[in-house]
């Protein structure tokens, strides 16, 4: 019981994470149809950033309390933002009306292009750093088994959450949900009816990026060890979350996240640790066999 | 008008230019050398070191006038410790036609590459591959400065029958032909003292949460892992455990020599065990060059001695028979010795392997390691 529980723990704190950079995959093809293969990356960009003010804001002697991480998640969210803006104004936005396939391969070429400018400009070494936020709360005691749950992964949990919260009312009761709802519709229609759908589309990536560093910034208060090459495994589990959960819609990708992460816990915790990836991922084709939309997905109608 | 297109033209054609000019300068006087391992990656810091003993021992051998008269060139490249990119790293070494790599740093990427090199012919000596295949299945081009991890496992193993006694064992690897090699072959000794691990898994290498890993040992009441790995899992695995309120001890291989298993690790490394040779800085023969690493405020720790050692053993051998022909440098080197290096002298038997191999063990306190 007490084994089951910590796994839980460990399962839904990982989840969750995938599932905050899942929910900026989902956004990014709801509204244009496309998959930001860089999204990954940005995330890494994300956890970089928080390392990088971490360690600034440590050296002036201001790592103190909430308020330097709150400091720092602002830092991350603010400059992640504008790389997620000038992704899509560089590499996307000039394919726009090409074909299909041309954003997705820009996408990919964004993707190396991002993780080799961190590689040669942070280094090829993993980059640690200090816990910040130590210790934790022993919930129960089974003989000699403690169950943990720290103090990161409560604000793990409670963050995806918030953020979750925040951005479904973003996307259902604001005039730029609304826009963006209109773009996903239907692009030409919502530009002939005086919506910016360059803006939208922009502000989308913004968002998504947003998401995306929160989730690099946990990663790093978890983990403590980044490397500029987190963002591919990170990204592609996150990407299989999305779709896992339904692509296009915002609770399905931190729901596809949360059981990405706890079956791979749940597998590893009770069957061989070597084949985690092969089960989340088989489930991931069970799924898509009998629902093809995904979880939470809607039918696509084909417009006439 | 300079339309796009011949700008374009003119972009591809000057590098070709300028590589054909620097092949023909370069033709004829020098010898090409290379040192190849994991620049980036996970190791990263592991394949610092071997650049950076390469690069001192190039230097060294140039101000004494290089090789038979000739300077050194050298090539550092980069394998990221990927068996697949270990073997596009050899074609690309062979292809300019040099003589010897002092690599790969990864077992998994030193057996596949060495295959490569026989074929072309170039002598490889690997400073840091203790799996016993590099040697085993090599061919006649492959030598190795260290141990081999049926030595090193077969310590290790008895320690850890000796030393935990009673304790309950977790045997860990990451499925690596080092990781994989050194974890089963320590499995073996301690079976052999007549102590049975509680558990024995895998786990995946390039992550960065372990905590279902850690939760399973955690459940299993583990008190000592011992983990075939490298720095940076091993590192996070500590962490990890820490974190969810486990006292274990962790005990590794060769491939935890670096200070930045500490940095990773932090406070949750202290105490971890690993087994590498007794400390090369130490020695007498080495006291001149550690000097001058210290001058340049680099600790010249893990392998940087051993790689700087490679370049010495294949330097003099080919003055000895005066020819830097592989296959010859190669027969030299089983044939005679043993070889003054930094290391002290060094022999090869019939495999490649040193004669002498030594492990011992290394304890991590407060950010060192130190010989027990």
Redesign the interface.
């Known amino acids: 019981m007490a ?1 089951a529980l ?2 839980l723990i ?2 839904v ?2 989840g969750m994470i995938y599932g905050l950079i899942a929910v900026g995959y989902t956004m990014v093809y709801g509204i244009i149809g496309m998959i930001n293969f860089a999204h990954g990356d940005i995330f890494m960009i994300g956890a970089f950033v928080s390392l990088i003010a971490l360690l600034l804001l440590s050296a002036g002697g201001l790592m103190e309390g909430p308020a330097a991480i709150l400091l720092v998640l602002v830092i991350s969210v603010a400059i992640t933002g504008l790389y997620g803006w000038a992704v899509e104004r560089v590499a996307y936005r000039p394919l726009r009306g090409s074909f299909r396939l041309a954003p997705l391969i820009s996408a990919i070429g964004i993707s190396i292009v991002l993780q080799n400018f961190v ?1 040669v400009a942070q ?4 980059k ?1 750093s ?2 910040v936020i ?1 210790g ?1 709360i ?1 919930l129960m005691r089974e003989g ?3 169950v ?1 749950l ?1 103090y990161v992964q409560i604000l793990i949990i409670a963050l995806t959450l918030a953020v979750l919260a925040i951005f479904t009312v973003l996307v259902t009761r604001t005039r730029l949900g609304r826009a963006m709802r209109a773009c996903e519709q239907d692009r030409r229609m919502a530009s002939l009816l005086g919506i910016d759908t360059d803006r939208t589309i922009s502000l989308t990536f913004v968002i998504g990026a947003a998401l995306a560093s929160v989730a690099g910034t946990m ?1 790093l208060l978890r ?5 500029f ?2 963002g591919f ?1 990170a990204g592609v589990k996150a990407f299989t979350a999305a779709v896992l959960g339904g692509i296009g819609s915002l609770p399905g990708a931190v729901l596809g996240g949360l059981l990405i992460g706890l079956i ?3 597998w ?2 009770y069957f ?3 084949y ?2 092969v089960a989340a991922f088989s489930i991931l084709v069970i799924t898509l066999i009998f629902l093809p939309t995904g979880l939470l997905g809607r039918q696509e109608v084909e417009k006439v | 008008m300079l339309n796009r297109r011949s700008v374009l033209q003119a972009g591809i054609a000057l590098p070709i230019v300028l590589t054909q000019a620097e092949a023909l300068a370069q033709a004829g006087d020098t010898i090409r050398v290379a040192c190849a391992g994991p ?4 190791n ?2 592991a394949g ?1 070191q071997m650049k950076i003993g390469a690069m001192q021992a190039i230097e060294d051998l140039n101000a004494k006038g290089g090789v038979l008269g000739k300077k050194l060139v050298l090539d550092v490249a980069d394998d990221a410790c990927d068996p697949r990119q270990a073997v596009s790293v050899a074609n690309q070494i062979a292809g300019r036609k040099t003589v010897f790599v002092a690599g790969h740093y990864c077992s998994g990427s030193s057996i596949p590459a060495s295959k490569v090199y026989a074929e072309e012919g170039v002598l490889q000596m690997s400073p840091a591959s203790t799996n016993p295949k590099f040697t085993d299945e090599g061919s006649w081009n492959t030598f190795r400065v260290c141990g081999r991890d049926d030595q090193q496992g077969a310590i290790a193993g008895a320690y850890l029958a000796k030393q935990f006694k009673g304790q309950k064992i977790a045997i860990l690897h990451d ?1 690596s032909a080092y990781g994989k090699g050194l974890a089963d072959e320590t499995k073996k000794a301690l079976n052999k003292a007549g102590v049975t691990e509680t558990l024995y ?4 290498a ?4 372990y ?3 850690v ?2 040992l ?2 299993a ?1 583990i008190q000592v892992i011992y983990l075939g790995g490298y720095y ?1 899992e091993a ?2 695995i500590l ?2 455990a820490k ?3 486990m006292a274990v001890t962790l005990v590794g291989g060769d491939a935890l020599v670096t200070k ?1 298993f500490w ?2 690790s ?1 406070a949750a490394g202290e105490g971890t065990l690993m087994t590498f040779s007794a400390d090369p800085r130490n020695r007498p023969q080495a006291k001149e060059l550690v000097a001058r690493f210290k001058a340049k405020n680099v600790d010249p720790e893990g392998y940087v001695l051993y790689t700087y050692a490679a370049f010495q053993i294949w330097a003099a051998a080919a003055t000895k028979i005066k020819s830097t022909d592989p296959k010859k440098v190669a027969a030299e080197l089983k044939a005679h010795g043993p070889w003054q290096t930094v290391l002290g002298p060094i022999g090869f038997d019939k495999k490649g392997d040193v004669t002498v191999p030594d492990y011992v063990f290394y304890v991590w306190k407060a950010g060192n390691y130190s010989q027990i």
Not at chain 2, 201 to 204: D, F
Not at chain 2, 206 to 209: A, H, L, Q
């Open positions: 084994y910590q796994q460990n399962g704190s990982l590689q280094g090829a070494r993993p640690p200090e816990a130590s934790g022993e000699d088994f403690t943990q720290t990663y983990y403590g060890v980044i490397d090459y987190i495994l791979e816990t749940f590893s915790a061989s640790v070597q985690k990836d | 620049m980036t990656s996970s990263a810091a610092d499925n898994s895998a786990y995946t390039g992550e960065k949460d905590n279902a890993v939760s399973r955690k459940g009441g940076t590192g996070l962490r990890q974190e969810q309120g930045d940095q990773i932090g």
